[in-house]
């Protein structure tokens, strides 16, 4: 193993990540090391001997996977947070060797052959319940990982896994670098009426920086959006809409001239590599591969949960485009609504039924009362504080935070700790998400290695309004997003398990992830949680309970047009991976065009090539994973119900017993046991999707 070497930062496994001294000439070295010490270790676990045990095989081999692992989190999160042509050529150049270590380990017969005595040995009763399930998942990862295969069949599958990481990488930096290239400029500030200040501000400062007179524009989504939701020139709707519909795609090659940065192959690969994967191991479908660890029973499953939802939703969605078609008509004289109207319109709609607009809503949001508030909702829910604290970071609008624990002498216990990365920027990757930095564990001599999260959003950055720096302002749903990866944090931090395989978000089914993400969601609708985390920005006062309640109102605004999109996307990825045959004659906008003909009440225009940026099945893990987040959300929604009934019961929203009965049976569990067994000792009972419904205004 090697010691903690000063000389190559991603090697310095003492504390932090050392972001400040990382450069591209140091991915290399580091990451060859690190492969070749793994090698070493796997090769002295290989030997044949009696007697294994979890001391003498597990943990040397969790150890120096795990330095790997570590060190390749920050490449890879460097490579999606702050893309450079250097930091991408190093990535690029050492990807398929990661590939190339893991999926042999995967494969090994030996290690297989030990992992499989060790589960038969008279140890095995003896193992707490969080190491019986890593082996149990290491069994049942071995089998999915190609180690039952013929030599032969193993080279074609490993690689099958190199080609597909490579393909994956290669579609998410197309959309990057479709969504970096992009370009609009408008001149006449006439064409920009309707659009708020602070899009104009950001538009105009977006302009000076490239040396260019007038407002310009590109498709990350702070700057895309707020002209699809409010500029009254449908043209500029339109033409923004259709780069952005149409970016990484054959139809986009109008806008970048550059045919390389089209995704119709990678996606075609993709397909077919996976296919073939699945065929080697046995499986009819990779959709039955990648449920294999996961909550739901099969693709059937899974399609008959979407169809349902979609046949009680249908009703809702039909209901929601008829009043906006009509009102687009009488109210705004559009004649015949076309996608790019579509937000436009609702936002207008929107302001006449319940009088207030997204735009006023959002002055009440500034960065730092939210942020005060999210950590506020925290505490009081689970017991702990958040404080700022000092780590290198990689870009000065990242910061850094601790979350610590009083003990019961009175001291502080450090839980862990989070870098927060909220604004968009050229070479971020759009969306929003949550990643570990490192994972829980006890570590040698008995210390706890407490977790680290990366928190990353894309939303706008401060902006000078009238000669002054204006904080960050946030939309109503921008704070649910910091919310929602909030959630996922809080899963990878608060948890307290000391086997790092199954600690906060490892191990835990996919399919029930997103739990506690969505749960947080649901407290940005709380009028008491509302009075703390609001100030607007001019004034200081907090949201207007009137206004508060015109956003109650409007909550379910829509939902079924959106329930349905989610099951439109949702089905689309599992059909792709279920029961579309990669080598027929059918493409794969056909399969698409076929899923929104049954589903969508809206069809979008036949240019839309949403799929050549979806990066969450393409390049995101997501791959017959999608329906995951309609599926956790029965299981979420059922779980804030609880608190709910607690309110009805005479508490309130942040209830203590409640709060930190989720923290002691969901969050602070993690993968140590299945998410319907860690669900049901928290609600007493099994989901039920009434919850679901009803927070959707869909009642059954």
Same mark, same amino acid.
């Given at each position: 193993?090697?010691?903690?070497?000063?000389?190559?930062?991603?090697?310095?496994?003492?504390?932090?990540?050392?972001?400040?001294?990382?450069?591209?000439?140091?991915?290399?070295?580091?990451?060859?090391?690190?492969?070749?010490?793994?090698?070493?270790?796997?090769?002295?676990?290989?030997?044949?001997?009696?007697?294994?045990?979890?001391?003498?095989?597990?943990?040397?081999?969790?150890?120096?996977?795990?330095r790997?692992?570590?060190?390749?989190?920050?490449?890879?999160?460097?490579?999606?947070?702050?893309?450079?042509?250097?930091?991408?050529?190093?990535?690029?150049?050492?990807?398929?060797?990661?590939?190339?270590?893991?999926t042999?380990?995967?494969?090994?017969?030996?290690?297989?052959?030990?992992?499989?005595?060790?589960?038969?040995?008279?140890?095995?009763?003896?193992?707490?319940?969080?190491?019986?399930?890593?082996?149990?998942?290491?069994?049942?990862?071995?089998?999915?990982?190609?180690?039952?295969?013929?030599? *032969?069949?193993?080279?074609?599958?490993?690689?099958?896994?190199?080609?597909?990481?490579?393909?994956?990488?290669?579609?998410?930096?197309?959309?990057l670098?479709?969504?970096?290239?992009?370009k609009?400029?408008?001149?006449?500030?006439?064409?920009?009426?309707?659009?708020?200040?602070?899009?104009?501000?950001?538009?105009?400062?977006?302009?000076?920086?490239?040396?260019?007179?007038?407002?310009?524009?590109?498709?990350?989504?702070?700057?895309?959006?707020?002209?699809?939701?409010?500029?009254?020139?449908?043209?500029?709707?339109?033409?923004?809409?259709?780069?952005?519909?149409?970016?990484?795609?054959?139809?986009?090659?109008?806008?970048?001239?550059?045919? *390389?940065?089209?995704?119709?192959?990678?996606?075609?690969?993709?397909?077919?590599?996976?296919?073939?994967?699945?065929?080697?191991?046995?499986?009819?479908?990779?959709?039955?591969?990648?449920?294999?660890?996961k909550?739901?029973?099969?693709?059937?499953?899974?399609?008959?949960f979407?169809?349902?939802?979609?046949?009680?939703?249908?009703?809702?969605?039909?209901?929601?485009?008829?009043?906006?078609?009509?009102?687009?008509?009488?109210?705004?004289?559009?004649?015949?609504?076309?996608?790019?109207?579509?937000?436009?319109?609702s936002?207008?709609?929107?302001?006449?039924?319940?009088?207030?607009?997204?735009?006023?809503?959002?002055?009440?949001?500034?960065?730092?009362?939210?942020?005060?508030?999210?950590?506020?909702?925290?505490?009081?829910?689970?017991?702990?504080?958040?404080?700022?604290?000092?780590?290198?970071?990689?870009?000065?609008?990242?910061?850094?935070?601790?979350?610590e624990?009083?003990?019961?002498?009175?001291?502080?216990?450090?839980?862990?700790?989070?870098?927060?990365?909220?604004?968009?920027?050229?070479?971020?990757?759009?969306?929003?998400?949550?990643?570990?930095?490192?994972?829980?564990?006890?570590?040698?001599?008995?210390?706890?290695?407490?977790?680290?999260?990366?928190?990353?959003?894309?939303?706008?950055?401060?902006?000078?309004?009238?000669?002054?720096?204006?904080?960050?302002?946030?939309?109503?749903?921008?704070?649910?997003?910091?919310?929602?990866?909030?959630?996922?944090g809080?899963?990878?931090?608060?948890?307290?398990?000391?086997?790092?395989?199954?600690?906060?978000?490892?191990?835990?089914?996919?399919?029930?992830?997103e739990?506690?993400?969505?749960?947080?969601?649901n407290?940005?609708?709380?009028?008491?949680?509302?009075?703390d985390?609001?100030?607007?920005?001019?004034?200081?006062?907090?949201?207007?309970?009137?206004?508060?309640?015109?956003?109650?109102?409007?909550?379910?605004?829509?939902?079924?047009?959106?329930?349905?999109?989610?099951?439109?996307?949702?089905?689309i990825?599992?059909?792709?991976?279920?029961?579309?045959?990669?080598?027929?004659?059918?493409?794969?906008?056909?399969?698409?065009?076929?899923?929104?003909? *049954?589903?969508?009440?809206?069809?979008?225009?036949?240019?839309?090539?949403?799929?050549?940026?979806?990066?969450?099945?393409?390049?995101?893990?997501?791959?017959?994973?999608?329906?995951?987040?309609?599926?956790?959300?029965?299981?979420?929604?059922?779980?804030?119900?609880?608190?709910?009934?607690?309110?009805?019961?005479?508490?309130?929203s942040?209830?203590?017993?409640?709060?930190?009965?989720?923290?002691?049976?969901?969050?602070?569990?993690g993968?140590?046991?299945?998410?319907?067994?860690?669900?049901?000792?928290?609600?007493?009972?099994?989901?039920?999707?009434?919850?679901l419904?009803?927070?959707?205004?869909?009642?059954?």
């Open positions: 193993m090697t010691t903690n070497d000063t000389s190559n930062p991603l090697l310095d496994f003492s504390d932090l990540p050392k972001f400040d001294l990382i450069r591209p000439e140091h991915v290399t070295p580091a990451i060859e090391q690190l492969i070749a010490d793994a090698r070493a270790v796997v090769t002295q676990l290989e030997a044949p001997g009696d007697g294994v045990t979890w001391d003498s095989f597990v943990v040397p081999l969790e150890e120096s996977t795990e790997l692992g570590r060190a390749w989190g920050v490449v890879n999160h460097l490579n999606h947070v702050m893309d450079t042509p250097e930091l991408r050529a190093v990535y690029n150049e050492n990807q398929p060797k990661i590939t190339e270590f893991f042999e380990l995967g494969q090994n017969e030996a290690l297989f052959d030990k992992y499989k005595q060790l589960r038969a040995g008279a140890e095995f009763d003896a193992l707490s319940g969080a190491r019986k399930r890593i082996v149990e998942n290491a069994l049942r990862d071995f089998r999915l990982g190609g180690a039952e295969l013929p030599e *032969k069949q193993k080279e074609r599958f490993a690689e099958i896994q190199e080609q597909q990481a490579m393909l994956s990488t290669r579609f998410s930096e197309n959309v670098d479709a969504t970096n290239d992009y609009l400029l408008v001149e006449d500030e006439a064409e920009l009426a309707g659009l708020p200040d602070d899009a104009k501000a950001a538009a105009r400062a977006a302009a000076e920086r490239d040396s260019k007179q007038g407002w310009q524009f590109s498709l990350h989504f702070p700057s895309y959006f707020p002209i699809l939701q409010f500029a009254d020139s449908r043209a500029l709707r339109e033409t923004i809409y259709r780069a952005n519909a149409t970016k990484a795609s054959e139809m986009g090659v109008v806008f970048s001239e550059l045919e *390389k940065w089209d995704n119709t192959g990678n996606i075609a690969q993709l397909l077919k590599l996976r296919d073939e994967e699945a065929k080697l191991l046995d499986y009819r479908s990779f959709a039955e591969v990648s449920l294999a660890p909550m739901a029973e099969s693709p059937e499953h899974v399609i008959e979407l169809e349902d939802l979609a046949r009680r939703a249908r009703p809702y969605a039909e209901k929601d485009l008829a009043e906006l078609r009509a009102f687009a008509k009488d109210e705004l004289g559009i004649e015949d609504m076309q996608a790019w109207d579509v937000a436009y319109a936002e207008k709609l929107r302001e006449q039924r319940y009088a207030f607009s997204a735009q006023e809503v959002k002055q009440y949001f500034p960065e730092p009362k939210v942020v005060a508030g999210l950590f506020g909702v925290i505490s009081k829910l689970f017991g702990v504080t958040i404080a700022p604290d000092q780590a290198p970071v990689w870009h000065p609008d990242v910061r850094f935070f601790r979350i624990r009083a003990t019961h002498d009175g001291a502080t216990q450090l839980v862990g700790q989070f870098y927060l990365d909220l604004y968009a920027r050229q070479g971020k990757g759009q969306g929003a998400w949550m990643d570990d930095a490192r994972g829980r564990r006890l570590a040698t001599g008995g210390i706890v290695q407490t977790p680290i999260a990366y928190l990353t959003c894309n939303f706008t950055p401060p902006a000078e309004v009238d000669g002054k720096l204006q904080p960050s302002l946030f939309t109503h749903d921008e704070v649910t997003t910091l919310f929602h990866e909030f959630g996922h809080l899963h990878h931090m608060l948890t307290e398990v000391d086997e790092l395989s199954v600690s906060g978000i490892s191990g835990v089914e996919w399919d029930a992830v739990l506690p993400s969505q749960f947080m969601e407290f940005c609708w709380e009028w008491d949680v509302l009075q985390m609001t100030g607007h920005v001019k004034t200081g006062e907090p949201l207007p309970r009137a206004l508060y309640d015109k956003m109650l109102a409007a909550k379910n605004f829509q939902s079924g047009m959106q329930t349905l999109r989610q099951v439109e996307f949702s089905l990825d599992m059909h792709l991976h279920y029961d579309f045959d990669p080598s027929s004659q059918q493409t794969v906008q056909e399969l698409v065009d076929d899923v929104r003909s *049954k589903f969508s009440v809206m069809v979008p225009p036949s240019f839309n090539r949403f799929q050549h940026s979806f990066g969450h099945i393409f390049a995101g893990g997501y791959a017959a994973g999608y329906y995951s987040y309609k599926w956790a959300e029965v299981l979420s929604a059922d779980a804030y119900a609880a608190f709910e009934e607690a309110v009805e019961a005479g508490g309130g942040l209830l203590d017993e409640t709060g930190q009965r989720f923290h002691r049976e969901i969050l602070s569990v993968g140590s046991r299945p998410a319907l067994e860690s669900f049901k000792a928290f609600r007493g009972r099994e989901p039920s999707i009434d919850a419904l009803r927070h959707n205004g869909m009642q059954a």
